[in-house]
């Protein structure tokens, strides 16, 4: 049952039906069927082989598995997750890192160039939590040259600054984002859920990577779905990298406004405007630098960023950014080398449709529009050498 549940889920990956892999693999539909629930008696050697043959996969991937799934560290950005929606999430995710391992015989010239460790110095952890995220938020911005400035792209930033892949996926409400990182191949991938809160999508990118910088992806995963203490780092590394103190006094002094409790809800919003973050850490910001009390925090909070855009002037800008934001983003990288594979009709479309986020019809018709078709398909057959040397080794 197990290898036809792995038959089945490549098949799906590389983005053919039963019929079309059957005749790949020289087996009648009624016969693969049947392999697939795991109803067959016996499932051959020849039949195995004939099938990784017209998978394109090792022959030890539907015998045993596929190794990335239990060698990958997780560390994630959740919400009260219960056990299936994290699974589903989980399983995305690693869909994405899957198919970039099985594009590895496109050659190591397309491989992911993590930066290497060490690049970015890590406080001191006998340090307070809040001192941490303060410091390594301004190593970030000292490296990147950004000052106190607005941050335009955050996914943008992250593959500048360590050279992982970023992307915007389909995930369940309660997952924000993941860090999935497979050390045989030294490969990591952040990934944030497509939704229509931009100024959240940002800050799941900023978190994210503060978990790639600190390296604590496997201590934050297996720990309780309750706000650790590294996950309320990551979130105050995220508050100070996308909206520094000395940016935020910078935009006051350039607007003339006083620093203290008399902020109104409309100033506030426009600052958290000018840095593209959410009201709520505009203010939890202000209340750290004692610009207002706690008190005043309370009495300002509440308003969503879609009602502050209404009602401040910028309302269809961020209708525009919601759009943008909802929009599954597939890594560029993994996604070139998958165009490249279904161009060498190595996988199918359903591949692709799985990294876009989109329809296979439609995103078949986007690739023949601009002139990419698979090249015609070469008849392959199982090594019977092989099998005969398999055989006689096993016997």
Known sequence: MLVGER??????????????????????????????????????????????VALDVPVRLLTSGNPVRTRVRIAARTNEVVAEEREEALRHTLEVLELDARLDKLGPSAAQRRKPSGLLPVPDEQLSLQRQAKDLAQCVRKALRLGCAPIADVDELIEQLTGVDTAVLQLPRTAEGFTATDPERETTLIAVRACDIPERQRFSFAHELGHLLWDDGAQVHELSEARTPGEKRCDAFARHLLAPEDGIKAWLSAERLPENDSLDERTVARLARHFRVSFIVILIQLEAMALITTERKRELRGPTGAQLAQRYGWGPAYEQEQEAAEAVRAPRRILERAVEAYRQNLIGVRALAMLEGRKPEEVEERLREAGILPEPLTPRRANLSRLVARGLAKG
């Open 7 to 52: 038959i089945r889920r490549e098949r799906e990956r590389a983005g053919l039906n039963q019929r079309d892999l059957a005749a790949r693999a020289h087996l009648s539909q009624p016969t693969l069927n049947r392999i697939e629930k795991g109803v067959r008696a016996n499932v051959t050697l020849a039949e195995l082989d004939c099938l990784a």
